[in-house]
């Protein structure tokens, strides 16, 4: 079985862009959450999708967003990026038989200039 | 809320030799734990997790933790470390409950493993 795929792996942005992020989880796995991974911060909770519908959301304000499509791929969106935007976006997904348990795609290292 | 503090940042190790990493967890509801591994320019891979009954849980590449609920601690542990063993490795909680997914993370302990 394939992996979670994140699309692209790598990034690069000016300030003030905005930027989409493509996430495909595992076949079958209807939940998709996303990560931020900084070094200053650590790793951080950004949102979960399930069945289309977010249904947790971390402390970020409202320039980062996600959907997910019915076929459970997931997109999130950075609009009017700034430099401490730059990080590792993971993207993890969950399957329905063990809905605690979530599995990590490689991410997207976004730098922002 | 919940929170999870990782003790040491980094921890070397020669070759061969045993290794713990501290793991403490803070919450007010129950959860379940997880350690997960980063090797460089990759995701999180789940080494091992718990979720109820025994206390000792076993994982992937001969790594095992403890849950300790009177002091809130999940230590991970490895009896002898290999090179390949050399990577980041990350303690998180999540609640115990039916709906939703929102993993809490440690900072993270960098384990270098000499020859």
């Known amino acids: 079985k394939a992996g979670v795929t994140q699309t692209p792996r790598y990034l690069i942005k000016t300030r003030g862009q905005q930027v989409t992020l493509s996430c495909s989880p595992i076949s079958g796995h209807r939940s998709v959450s996303w990560y931020q991974q900084t070094p200053g911060q650590g790793l951080q909770f950004l949102f979960e999708?399930?069945?289309?519908?977010?249904?947790n959301k971390g402390n970020f304000p409202g320039r980062f967003s996600g959907r997910q499509f019915s076929n459970s791929r997931s997109e999130m969106n950075v609009s009017t990026l700034e430099l401490g935007d730059s990080a590792l976006y993971l993207c993890?997904?969950?399957?329905?038989?063990?809905?605690?348990?979530?599995?990590f795609g490689p991410g997207t290292r976004l730098t922002v200039l | 809320a919940q929170s999870v503090t990782q003790l040491d940042s980094q921890v070397p190790v020669f070759e061969e030799a045993p290794v713990e990493l501290r793991c403490n967890y803070s919450s007010s509801v129950s959860v379940y734990l997880f350690w997960y591994v980063q090797y460089p320019n990759q995701g999180l891979q789940l080494l091992l997790k718990?979720?109820?009954?025994?206390?000792l849980v076993k994982g992937i590449n001969g790594f095992e933790a403890e849950f300790n609920k009177s002091q809130t601690s999940f230590h991970l542990r490895k009896p002898s470390v290999h090179i390949s063993d050399t990577a980041e490795y990350f303690c998180a909680v999540s609640e115990n409950k039916a709906a939703g997914n929102k993993l809490t993370f440690g900072g993270g302990t960098r384990v270098l493993v000499k020859p």
């Open positions: 999708y399930f069945s289309e519908t977010q249904r």
């Open positions: 718990y979720l109820s009954g025994s206390t």
């Open positions: 993890a997904s969950s399957p329905p038989s063990a809905t605690d348990t979530q599995y």
